[in-house]
């Protein structure tokens, strides 16, 4: 398996590498106003994909952030029933370890 690994590791950088050998002749990037960058394609090429990683990134990052915000927050309130209270499930509330009642927020096992 190892072998298989490093085979297609190694496939993988030559063809890049090859890619950057073809691929040697100046570019030029021109902005606004006039502004112009030169160099060798692969590296505009090499600068497109970083940022275009950069910005997925970034786009991504508000998300996650309320998603660890919500998961961070602890639930408003808590719903407490007797112990011989069945839920909605067909199954019996649990007692925690400190005494405290709380219904059993699983779906039922059988299905809907």
Do not use: Y
Request: glycine share 8%.
């Amino acid at each position: 398996m190892r072998l298989i690994l490093w085979t297609f590791k190694a496939l993988v950088f030559f063809t890049l590498f090859a890619f950057a050998l073809n691929n040697q002749h100046p570019a030029s990037v021109k902005w606004f106003f006039g502004v112009e960058w030169q160099a060798p394609m692969v590296f505009v090429v090499l600068a497109s994909f970083a940022s275009g990683c950069v910005l997925g990134v970034l786009a991504m990052v508000p998300g996650r952030w309320r998603r660890r915000g919500w998961q961070a927050k602890p639930p408003a309130t808590e719903q407490r029933t007797d112990p011989g209270a069945v839920t909605s499930g067909g199954e019996k509330a649990r007692t925690s370890a400190d005494g405290a009642d709380s219904a059993v927020s699983m779906p039922p096992r059988d299905g809907l």
